[in-house]
């Protein structure tokens, strides 16, 4: 099976501060992506790696950045939180772009 | 246009019934079509995966795709309350190393 986990299921910061998001998952796959829900607005990428140190810009990417230093490993980072990033977070992984995405658990973040 | 569109709903069904979710999309080039299912509060899971023109059978679930017409559908028979959640069409575009999710379906089944 496929596991796909985030480091907090649960994280409430203050405006200005920087904020790490982390996902890490078992299957070796190339494909790493993150992921912002919100109510009536549906998934909206923010961004998503296809290799080990290559990104690419999502939809949404303002305000947020990423690093992949290993395979496994995918790393949102918010520079400055502010307000209108509360949100939940889900970060997903596939084999390839055309396959099935398997997602983590979630993280709910509330910025104060 | 959006890319990939469902009706937000909410679909009720009553219990027993067959629940159709219908999702369209704009790019003729997609190649592969998934249906996930998400609980309140929770991350979505895969419920089927079609890649080709015609109907998919797993268990009480059924995806069909039409590739002429752009659309695939998902069919819940015996819908059951547990069947209540929020079912997000995503899409794979020829080239792109992404999914498309839809917003998607709201189902509610009553006992």
């Known amino acids: 099976d496929v596991k796909v986990t985030q480091s907090s299921r649960y994280l409430v910061k203050r405006t200005g501060e920087k904020v790490f998001l982390e996902c890490v998952q078992d299957m070796d796959h190339e494909n790493m992506f993150w992921y912002r829900q919100d109510p009536g607005l549906g998934l909206r990428l923010i961004y998503f790696?296809?290799?080990?140190?290559?990104?690419e810009k999502g939809d949404i990417p303002e305000g947020y950045s990423v690093s992949r230093e290993k395979k496994e490993r995918f790393s949102l980072i918010l520079e400055s939180a502010s307000t209108n990033q509360t949100s939940m977070y889900l970060c997903?992984?596939?084999?390839?772009?055309?396959?099935?995405?398997?997602f983590g658990p979630g993280t709910r973040l509330l910025v104060l | 246009q959006k890319e990939v569109e469902q009706n937000s709903g909410p679909l009720s069904v009553p219990e027993g019934a067959i629940a159709s979710l219908n999702c369209t999309y704009s790019d003729r080039g997609s190649q592969s079509f998934f249906w996930y299912r998400q609980y309140s509060g929770k991350s979505p899971e895969l419920i089927m995966f079609?890649?080709?023109?015609g109907d998919k059978e797993d268990g009480r679930f059924t995806a069909q795709l039409n590739k002429a017409s752009q659309y695939v559908s998902l069919l819940i028979r015996d819908s059951q309350p547990s069947d209540s959640a929020t079912y997000l069409c995503?899409?794979?575009?020829?080239?792109?190393?992404?999914?498309?999710f839809g917003t998607g379906t709201r189902l509610l089944v009553s006992p």
């Open positions: 079609i890649y080709s023109n």
């Open positions: 790696s296809y290799d080990v140190k290559m990104k």
């Open positions: 995503a899409v794979n575009m020829l080239g792109f190393q992404k999914l498309v």
């Open positions: 997903a992984s596939s084999l390839s772009g055309q396959e099935t995405q398997y």
